[in-house]
């Protein structure tokens, strides 16, 4: 991996942020993919995912969310609470799903008792639920209130114009990243899992054009490598993964995490926005068309036939289904995948974890061994 990449994706402040702040440019994060990136660079804002891998605790998290709760919007939360989001102008809350959703009032609250928490900019970007003639209509709506937000708190003007350069711009993205999992799940293995995942987050935390450039540069290396990658080849499905570590210990016991259908991952980029047409239109459409996530209520179906498609496109011999504790739509929909996929003649181990640095790594080493071992008896059955 390279050292440029593996920078950007270490801090939630990299070289490329400090640079367009340095510049007197704008940032602006988000935790949930279904806020469209494309609406914020046409506005010349500065796109970025919101993580927390560097939340040492959850001390801030605990006491405005509760302890029973998923561990990745408390560590959003105790981020602001220390300050470490402090070079933000602004942040966008999706209600991603009914915790996320809350992040929004818990980070209002916070804000009063903690001076400096709460980010100049704080908007409330709300996505239905359901794909219909409707729900469109209004998520339409939703969009042209959160761009008149921007030009009113921000003093700037995006124009159609901009909106298409921007789609142009994300779309170049996603066929690119759509190159990238060809090299994960060909016949010989060009890139490991780890390694498509940190690109993969790099994109997410820095200019999108320049992100193109260096993605054009890492495909061309990776495609001129002679050796393919050994190992037992498996998909990673679930919740939020924003670090490395967890795919770093399955490929250390002798996997290949050839595919993903994370939403850091490969699920991110799977649609285009259409480039004619009423841009806000397209970019609604497209975001509101990514049931892929099971925040989307009704759609198992074809989730399933999403995650069973990429399991044989990429050849797997087992999927992992993890989520992080507490994760309600995650941990309730990897059962019934558990039940379908083990019908369908695909193992699956399903797994629980906590989100950020791996303290349970001796426990997932020991799980992932016993799930590689089965693999392997299963292929030695006649």
């Known amino acids: 991996m390279r050292e440029e990449i ?11 942020i400090t640079k367009w702040k340095s510049e007197g440019g704008k940032v602006i994060s988000f935790p949930c993919t279904y806020v469209p990136g494309e609406v914020l660079w046409a506005a010349g804002i500065l796109p970025v995912r919101m993580r927390a891998m560097e939340a040492m605790s959850t001390s801030i998290g605990d006491t405005y969310f509760g302890p029973v709760v998923c561990s990745f919007p408390k560590c959003l939360l105790q981020m602001a609470g ?16 009914d915790t996320m959703r809350r992040l929004d009032d818990c980070w209002r609250k916070m804000g009063e008792d903690i001076q400096g928490a709460l980010p100049p900019y704080l908007f409330h970007y709300a996505a239905p639920h359901k794909v219909t003639d409707y729900s469109l209509k209004w998520f339409v709506d939703e969009t042209r209130r959160f761009i008149a937000s921007l030009e009113e708190r921000f003093g700037c003007r995006i124009t159609e ?12 993205g996603r066929e690119l990243l759509g190159r990238l999992d060809e090299l994960r799940m060909g016949e010989r293995v060009l890139i490991s899992g780890t390694e498509a995942m940190a690109v993969m987050i790099a994109g997410t935390a820095m200019p999108p054009d320049v992100f193109n450039e260096l993605l054009e540069e890492v495909l061309a290396e990776v495609e001129c490598r002679q050796e393919g990658i050994p190992g037992k080849r498996l998909l990673l499905a679930g919740s939020v993964i924003d670090d490395l570590d967890l795919l770093r210990v399955i490929e250390e016991e002798g996997a290949v995490v050839v595919a993903d259908t994370l939403c850091f991952g490969s699920r991110s980029h799977k649609d285009a926005v259409a480039e004619d047409g009423d841009p806000v239109e397209a970019i609604a459409r497209r975001y509101l068309d ?5 925040r989307m209520f009704g759609y198992y179906k074809q989730r399933f036939a999403f995650l069973r498609e990429m399991a044989e496109r990429a050849g797997v011999e087992g999927v992992i289904l993890q989520n992080i ?9 990897n059962g019934i995948f558990e039940r379908d996929l083990e019908a369908a003649g695909i193992p699956c181990m399903k797994m629980e974890r906590e989100y950020g640095p791996l303290g349970e790594e001796g426990r997932i080493k020991m799980r992932i061994d016993a799930f590689l071992e089965r693999i392997s008896e299963r292929k030695e059955q006649p």
Do not use: Q, T, W
């Open 290 to 294: 990514a049931i892929y996530c099971p």
């Open 6 to 16: 593996h920078e950007v994706i270490s801090r939630v402040e990299n070289r490329y």
């Open 325 to 333: 504790r507490f994760c309600d739509l995650h941990g309730s929909e």
């Open 161 to 172: 114009d901009g909106l298409r350069k921007a789609i142009r711009i994300y779309n170049r």
């Open 82 to 97: 220390e300050g470490k989001y402090s070079f933000l102008d602004g942040a966008i809350i999706c209600n991603g799903c």
